[in-house]
């Protein structure tokens, strides 16, 4: 057999098995992709299988549409600040679990009772968002029988005639969401890098320590940097769940599909999901829906770029 | 149940099942429906012979046949057509299979692909099949020979005579009766008798008589008003309530039709507004109600923490659990502001609940019957004391019967308002505006802005939904 048809044997071989995951995913990954990008050029209702073409007409009402603009507003906030927040907790506590405590021995270890921590901070973890959202309604509950109310007013900080509305309160709602994903996600990322951490060589440590470094040292001159991989893909992680957001916004907050209080805590996915089937403007929805997955492509990249530095082997 | 759930919005699920089921199914699924559809006339023999019409049975009902029900089990649940089909049964001779569902689409939409749906659905709930969508594929029975038919309790009459307004209205598709909304609902304030009366307050019919008694629940150390702050479309029900009768009906078409001066150079508006207002100026509302949903300010208001609630009469079924024994819930109709060209007893009323039968149900027969079965006054009796709700037969309670005290002061509201009810039909027309209305009130309700501002955002909505291409169709006179 000559080279050509063997190399082509080998090729069609590797298709044969390419060719049905290929298929299955251009179907169901693909295809939706580029019919949404298709309806996004019209005025689908939703409720009809007719429709007009429109051209770019909803991409041109999009530029105009300031709910929408600030969804895309409040996204980019929460963006810059879950990965922040999160990952900066996530790293201290990893960090106090695994090497912050010093030991009688010299060794490295963690604070005493690190193994306990470790799974206290990973329950968040395991309740759904729906659960949270139950959760965190009765904590910031508008009236005394909220938990943080109640507790603010038993501490006497807030009248009782007057309790804070948390999710009512166009200044704090955004806040208040935040908190609820940072206390969900630092238990899983701290869970991350633990695991990472435990594979950096003990003797890197050790050396450091013999050196004299404290822990602030030891922390941002062996542990960050060794650490940096996991970092970067977790803030990729968090910044596509920072611009999605729409389990939390739909059920904590006042709407339709949640925003309120008056498009105070508006994401995109929540405006997107209201022109979908509430107001019967699919095609407008549509043209919601590629924005976004542009943005998000970008916001991946961009981070992954932004991010890169030399690998640091051990 | 579906008036009930208003709030509550749709999951990410429906949205991946809706999308896939129009993006995807829709194609297949058209070849597969016309192929039932041309399939469907050998099928149409497999069901009971029929019986000879006569008057007493208008439909041809075959003795022991078989009926296939399936309703939505939700805030009225279904113990009610547990007790129809039971005495469906024992006339008819029929063996009937029941079905109580929330998750109707589910259930229901591979039946209708295959062409064996049931014979009498509930279709209500977050997960219904659309009406519309149901109709445009020619799978809704027309239901008009029912409405021509006798009434069982006065042979005389048609059926359509008994019914209440907007029955008959709100259940055409494209001009055609097909669905069956069989709820009736009254809209107001709904206050606790034991309450009242340990007070010694009056029930109040002016809304300064309304702000006074606030002021007094106010001094005794309770809310005055409680509404579901988190959904806001419950203090709209005070303020547009408060609108129609100080307006009169003119003003309800105004804002329904969208007419340029619907809120905006409105005084009857712009005194509504004010008048709820005054109700937050004052500090009247219950603290806190602003964030509450509608389950958590209902409940805190059956514990005697706020005197007034606004809501349809689907409350006290709702509130069952919730609610003491002696609570002795009563229904308010919206008290008057000066000069208001509607009676006191005025009230706003709606139907909901939709009932159908599928063109290709087995047992159409027997299922028109059951429908016409409904609209007696021994089932409607049935209903009102199983799920504590009003029907749309009209006096569709026997009198003789007792009702829960919530639903028995909606049956007397209702024979006091006679022929002066009315009712908005902007919510199911413009949905966007209505979300808008939603936002500024909610805004209102939490002094950020004024009447002013609200009357202003509430004009910018409808001149919005003034661009609808819709808004030519959707004209009330």
Redo the contacts between chains.
């Keep these: 057999m000559s080279h050509v048809a063997q190399g082509r044997g080998k090729y069609g071989f590797i298709a044969g098995f390419l060719f049905a995951p290929l298929a299955l995913y251009l179907t169901f990954v693909i295809w939706?992709y580029v019919?949404t990008f298709g309806y996004s050029f019209t005025n689908w209702t939703?409720?009809?299988?007719t429709f007009d073409f429109v051209g770019t007409d909803n991409y041109a009402a999009l530029l105009k549409d300031e709910v929408f603009r600030g969804a895309l507003w409040h996204n980019l906030l929460l963006l810059v600040f879950v990965p922040l927040v999160t990952i900066l907790l996530a790293l201290f506590f990893a960090f106090m679990v695994n090497a912050g405590g010093r030991g009688g021995a010299g060794g490295v270890q963690g604070v005493g009772g690190s193994r306990f921590y470790k799974v206290v901070y990973f329950f968040p973890q395991v309740l759904s968002l729906a659960i949270l959202s139950v959760l965190f309604?009765a904590i910031?509950?508008?009236?005394?029988?909220?938990l943080l109310?109640g507790f603010l007013t038993k501490l006497g900080l807030i009248d009782?005639?007057?309790?804070v509305?948390?999710?009512?309160e166009?200044n704090l709602v955004l806040w208040c969401l935040l908190l609820v994903v940072v206390w969900h996600g630092v238990g899983f990322y701290l869970v991350l890098f633990s695991a990472a951490m435990q594979s950096i060589p003990k003797d890197i440590y050790e050396a450091a320590l013999l050196d004299g470094a404290g822990r602030a040292q030891t922390f941002f001159k062996v542990t960050l940097p060794l650490l940096w991989d996991s970092v970067q893909t977790s803030a990729v992680y968090l910044g596509i769940a920072a611009m999605d957001m729409?389990?939390l916004v739909?059920t904590m907050t006042?709407?339709?599909?949640?925003g309120?209080?008056?498009?105070h805590s508006e994401v995109m996915s929540t405006v997107l999901?209201?022109n979908?089937?509430?107001?019967?403007k699919s095609g407008y929805a549509c043209a919601m829906g590629v924005v976004m997955l542009a943005l998000t492509m970008i916001l991946s990249v961009i981070t992954l770029r932004a991010t890169r530095r030399e690998r640091i082997e051990f | 149940m579906s008036m009930g759930s208003i709030g509550e919005g749709l999951g990410r699920r429906d949205l991946i099942k809706r999308s896939a089921a129009l993006g995807l199914i829709t194609v297949p699924t058209m070849s597969f429906l016309s192929a039932c559809a041309s399939g469907g006339a050998e099928n149409s023999t497999k069901g009971p012979a029929k019986a000879p019409v006569t008057k007493e049975n208008p439909f041809g009902v075959a003795k022991g046949g078989k009926l296939d029900v399936v309703v939505f089990k939700g805030g009225f649940g279904d113990d009610y057509a547990k007790a129809w089909e039971a005495a469906f049964d024992k006339k008819w001779g029929t063996t009937s299979s029941h079905l109580g569902t929330q998750e109707i689409t589910a259930k229901l939409q591979p039946r209708f692909n295959a062409g064996n749906p049931p014979d009498v659905i509930d279709d209500s709930g977050a997960q219904q099949i659309k009406l519309d969508v149901l109709a445009k594929g020619d799978q809704l029975a027309d239901l008009t020979a029912v409405l021509d038919a006798p009434s069982l309790d006065d042979p005389s009459k048609k059926v359509r005579d008994t019914l209440v307004d907007g029955a008959y209205e709100q259940g055409l598709q494209g001009g055609k009766f097909v669905v069956l909304k069989y709820v009736y609902a009254v809209f107001g304030f709904w206050y606790s008798g034991k309450l009242f009366k340990e007070k010694g307050w009056a029930p109040p019919k002016t809304w300064d008589e309304f702000l006074a008694v606030c002021t007094k629940a106010k001094e005794a150390g309770i809310g005055g008003l409680a509404h579901q702050g988190k959904f806001p479309y419950y203090i709209n029900v005070v303020i547009m309530d408060l609108i129609a009768k100080k307006g009169g009906l003119d003003a309800v078409k105004a804002i329904d039709n969208l007419e340029p001066n619907a809120f905006e150079g409105s005084a009857a508006a712009l005194a509504a507004v004010e008048a709820v207002y005054e109700v937050v100026e004052k500090g009247l509302l219950m603290p806190g109600t602003n964030g509450l949903t509608h389950t958590e300010s209902q409940t805190a208001w059956n514990q005697y923490k706020a005197a007034f609630i606004p809501s349809g009469s689907w409350l006290e079924n709702e509130q069952l659990k919730q609610t003491p024994e002696d609570f002795d819930m009563k229904f308010l109709p919206m008290p008057l502001l000066a000069d208001s060209k509607m009676p006191l007893e005025a009230i706003r009323a709606g139907v909901d609940e939709p009932f159908i039968v599928p063109e290709k149900a087995a047992n159409k027969a027997a299922a028109l019957e059951f429908l016409r079965s409904m609209l007696s006054r021994e089932w409607s009796t049935i209903f009102a004391q199983q799920a504590n709700s009003l029907t749309v037969v009209k006096d569709g309670v026997d009198p003789g019967v007792k009702l829960r005290p919530g639903t028995q002061s909606a049956v007397e509201a209702l024979k006091a308002a006679g022929g002066n009810t009315f009712s908005y039909r902007y919510p199911d027309w413009y949905s966007e505006m209505d979300t808008e209305i939603q936002n500024a009130s909610n805004e209102l309700m939490a002094q950020r802005i004024q009447p002013k501002e609200w009357i202003k955002r509430a004009q910018a909505a409808v001149n919005k939904a003034a661009q609808d291409p819709n808004a030519k169709n959707n004209k009330r006179s």
Aim: avoid cysteine; hydrophobic fraction near 25%.
């Design positions: 939706p019919q939703g409720q009809s299988p309604g910031y509950r508008s009236d005394e029988g909220g109310n009782a005639n007057h309790p509305e948390w999710l009512n166009p729409f389990v739909s006042s709407g339709q599909f949640g309120g209080p008056d498009h999901m209201r979908f089937l509430y107001f019967g």
